[in-house]
Nanobody
Framework: QVELTESGGGSAQAGGSLTLSCAAT??????????VGWFRRAPGKEREGVAA???????NYADTRKGRFTISQDKSKNIFYLQMNNLEPEDTATYYC???????????????????WGQGTQVTVSS
């Protein structure tokens, strides 16, 4: 069992920045590596992948977020980050982090690949 807790959401102006954090309990010992993904669900839309990482390093971004969003990890703290720059009103959504055992290259942006999910954190961007 892996528990995930997101934080860092809030309100921002268009063009601003936010950094989301995802704190994870220790991964099950049988996994030497894993993937973490960030997803979002905007009002009236389906959940979509934003960015993902493999704990050994590979990264993956949805095309529309490449260049504005950066995913990273602090292995010592088991915390995963999503740095979001140049925010747009279209980025308004609930953001979720997710975890799956085992590495993958590239790390998946498909929500069905992930086993554990956080509760989400709301991001609201105003113009």
């Amino acid at each position: 069992q892996v528990e995930l807790t997101e934080s860092g959401g809030g309100s921002a102006q268009a063009g601003g920045s936010l950094t989301l954090s995802c704190a994870a309990t220790s991964s099950p010992s049988r996994y030497t590596n894993f993937c973490v993904g960030w997803f979002r669900r905007a009002p009236g839309k389906e959940r979509e992948g934003v960015a993902a990482l493999d704990s050994n390093g590979p990264l993956n971004y949805a095309d529309t977020r490449k260049g504005r969003f950066t995913i990273s990890q602090d292995k010592s703290k088991n915390i995963f980050y999503l740095q979001m720059n140049n925010l747009e009103p279209e980025d308004t959504a609930t953001y979720y982090c997710a975890w799956k055992g085992g590495g993958w290259k590239p790390p998946p942006l498909d929500e069905n690949s992930y086993n554990y999910w956080g509760q989400g954190t709301q991001v609201t961007v105003s113009s």
